[in-house]
């Protein structure tokens, strides 16, 4: 596992120590669900963004949901 130094704002880490203190987990454990859960969200935003600059571009073409729902509904 890598290290990284990251520096907090004086309310973040007050918060955040609070937090591990009464769950009895440590800080670093919050810091990684953080992050993990961030970068899920970012990935899809940038998945997103560029099926639609490809939808834009004629590259690929839509499906309607209720298509979607045909194509993958498991029976």
């Keep these: 596992m890598s290290s990284v130094s990251l520096r907090l704002p004086d309310d973040l880490a ?3 120590g609070h937090l591990a203190q009464v769950t009895g987990r440590s ?3 919050y810091m990684i669900e953080a992050i ?3 970068i899920d ?3 899809d935003l940038y998945l997103a963004e ?3 600059i490809a939808i ?3 590259q ?3 499906i309607s949901l ?3 729902m045909k194509r993958y509904a498991q029976d």
């Design 60 to 62: 690929t073409q839509p």
């Design 41 to 43: 969200d970012l990935e």
């Design 66 to 68: 209720a298509d979607m």
């Design 27 to 29: 800080k670093t454990f």
């Design 14 to 16: 007050e918060r955040l």
């Design 50 to 52: 560029q099926r639609l």
């Design 56 to 58: 834009r571009a004629s």
């Design 36 to 38: 993990k859960e961030h």
